[in-house]
């Protein structure tokens, strides 16, 4: 193909790997060219886990194998045969070289990508033609429609507007199936002294032929960045999604529902599905998972409360996190409702510390690149949010650390949810809790040498004594507030001679962790 007979450059990056991707539909073989880049700018931008490279990079492999096995022809920038470091040099040069008449692609995961693409196909005298992702239930219009007016934006209404539009898990009479629209009632137990017994051991994929030359580019190319690559098994094929979603249901989805926010040393896939990696690289599609969670429900292979919960998380928060993502654009990012302005503690980088929970929990990111949403929010996030982290570090982390990171879903659960830097957008209140919370969901403080009954004192557990600092810190702002005025009249209750005493540990705690 020559550079005037093409007609069209069909840009994919390494989060849109889906045969239905839209911009695939009026593909024509003889006239139009996909265009892939592996740019060491991405793997750097933020120190990238390993692991989240070698997935990302192998998948993208994987997938042009497949679009050439269909006759698409593919021109593809291998990561070690290319000298350009950013996905905006080389679209330039490509679309310099091969003067295609159009430039499309699907929407970005992130603003910075869609700014860096779009400026780059206008730096070679092109517009970009940028077209809806079709791979979401909800397309950023629809949610803008449902968003507008509203005085917040409250997950659970829109949860409900999703289920009844969708018509999941709805009777016939418009009623939520079961009767109740989430049972939170029924979920979210510890698993108690025992622990989970016998786990079924969730299905991995070995690294291929490809996989393994990716990890061996990897370690050479980026050998400081963070993160192990020994127990790398992540599915890197639509195949390989499917397989995963199959074992999830027949192994572990019954049980997801009471035991989703477990935690227990050693175990780090617990009931959980391993899936959000492959939906957010697009290897399998939301609407295939919630289909056939519905389905293993309506044949009795798993109850009512585990698919709710399941389809909850897909359906409701992971559609509405993207919604308030591109709703409210690139400045979101800087946002710091609580002035925090630590730094990121080395502990998060290296597992290397005291804290029981904490070293379980970073250990097993550094492993494999992942932790289950309790471990994000209620162990890295929840010490982060006590201890007053500058909250763009912390969004920084996650999506450096995380093997299913795509910004648009990592940033507002991070700066939203789990930091409270959007002052109440997201989440009404701040998720602040003592190290008891921790003690109660999990087996980490046995055996830890901080009690979490302590806050001050030489065995004072630190999640404990910055959660009365972090409250003692914030008292005019959420004292009187209808959701946490409670935990503040238990700040009050605390004699005056005491609460100097837990005031003062947390300031050295901070000061020694800055």
Not at 316 to 333: A, H, K
Request: proline share 6%; hydrophobic share 40%; with cysteine.
């Amino acid at each position: 193909m020559t550079h005037t007979t093409l007609r069209r450059l069909i840009v994919i990056l390494g989060d849109q790997l889906s045969l239905d991707n839209p911009v695939l539909r009026d593909c024509d073989p003889a006239r139009d060219m996909v265009w892939m880049c592996e740019a060491a700018d991405e793997a750097t931008h933020v120190p990238s886990h390993k692991a989240r490279t070698v997935l990302f990079l192998s998948a993208m492999r994987h997938f042009q194998t497949a679009l050439r096995v269909r006759g698409i022809p593919v021109h593809y920038r291998a990561l070690d045969r290319h000298e350009a470091t950013g996905l905006d040099r080389a679209l330039i040069d490509d679309v310099t070289r091969l003067r295609p008449a159009e430039v499309v692609m699907a929407e970005p995961g992130e603003h910075r990508v869609q700014e860096l693409l779009t400026g780059a196909c206008r730096a070679a005298g092109i517009e970009p033609q940028i077209v809806p992702d079709h791979h979401f239930f909800c397309p950023t219009d629809d949610f803008q429609r449902w968003a507008k007016g509203r005085k917040t934006l409250l997950m659970e209404h829109f949860y409900r507007h999703m289920r009844k539009r969708e018509a999941v898990l709805i009777d016939d009479d418009g009623q939520p199936a079961g009767g109740a629209w989430n049972f939170d009632k029924s979920n979210r137990k510890p698993f108690g002294q025992q622990g989970p017994g016998m786990l079924p051991a969730p299905v991995g994929f070995p690294p291929d032929a490809i996989t393994r030359e990716v990890m061996a580019l990897v370690e050479r190319r980026f050998a400081n960045a963070p993160g192990r690559l020994d127990a790398f098994d992540w599915p890197v094929t639509a195949e390989q999604a499917e397989a995963a979603l199959t074992d999830f249901i027949d192994h572990r989805l019954s049980a997801f529902g009471p035991f989703q926010d477990a935690m227990w040393t050693g175990e780090p896939w617990l009931y959980h599905a391993r899936l959000s990696a492959a939906m957010n690289l697009k290897l399998i599609d939301p609407r295939r998972i919630v289909d056939a969670t519905v389905a293993a429900w309506e044949r009795g292979q798993a109850p009512i409360a585990s698919v709710e919960g399941f389809v909850r998380q897909v359906l409701g928060w992971r559609e509405y996190v993207r919604g308030v993502y591109w709703r409210e654009g690139p400045d979101y990012l800087g946002r710091n409702a609580l002035d925090a302005r630590q730094p990121l503690p080395e502990l998060y980088w290296s597992g290397e510390t005291d804290m029981a929970c904490l070293r379980a929990v970073v250990g097993q990111v550094l492993d494999h690149g992942y932790a289950h949403h309790i471990q994000r929010l209620m162990v890295t996030g929840l010490f982060a949010l006590l201890l007053g982290v500058d909250p763009r570090r912390v969004h920084q982390w996650y999506l450096a650390m995380f093997v299913d990171a795509v910004e648009w879903v990592e940033a507002p659960n991070t700066l939203g949810m789990s930091q409270f830097a959007d002052g109440g957008l997201l989440a009404s209140k701040p998720y602040a809790a003592s190290g008891a919370y921790i003690q109660r969901m999990s087996n980490y403080c046995r055996g830890c040498r901080y009690n979490p009954k302590e806050a001050f004192g030489a065995e004072a557990c630190p999640f404990t004594t910055l959660y009365w600092g972090f409250l003692d810190r914030h008292r005019a702002r959420f004292a009187a507030h209808p959701r946490t005025a409670l935990m503040w009249r238990n700040l009050d209750r605390i004699d005056a001679e005491r609460l100097a005493r837990i005031r003062g540990q947390a300031r050295q705690l901070r000061a020694q962790l800055s």
